[in-house]
């Protein structure tokens, strides 16, 4: 059974920083492109971030803006995305996901596999 768990989520104060997890099982992640997405309420899922099998290619949402880091450490079948001076606007839901497939890495239904999300609020 694959399992995606992120954690790490919570309220951190504008400015500061956060770092999400995303501990994979049932899988192993070197065979997928891993990312990042985050939902908003009434919004639809957008991309943060996300990163291609090695860890050499990384990709960004256009509002991250140099704010926000994804790695991945194959060994440890895990995700990270360090967030730092999160906005206000940043708030939403995270879901971490993992694709196989060889499409644009932006697109939700491009993902076999997404965790249950963590809940990111940034507020003073």
């Known amino acids: 059974q694959v399992q995606l768990v992120e954690s790490g989520g919570g309220l951190v104060q504008p400015g500061g920083s956060l770092r999400l997890s995303c501990a994979v099982s049932?899988?192993?992640?070197?065979?997928?492109?891993m990312s990042w997405f985050r939902q908003a309420p009434g919004k639809e899922r957008e991309f943060v971030a996300g990163?291609?099998?090695?860890?050499?290619?990384?990709y960004y949402g256009d509002f991250v803006e140099g704010r926000f880091t994804i790695s991945r450490d194959n060994a440890k079948n895990l995700v990270l995305l360090q967030m730092n001076s999160p906005k206000p606007e940043d708030t939403a839901v995270y879901y971490c996901g993992a694709t196989s497939g060889y499409g644009y890495i932006k697109t939700p239904s491009e993902y076999n596999y997404w965790g249950q999300g963590t809940q990111v609020t940034v507020s003073s």
């Open positions: 049932g899988l192993t992640i070197k065979s997928y492109r």
């Open positions: 990163v291609e099998w090695s860890g050499t290619y990384k």
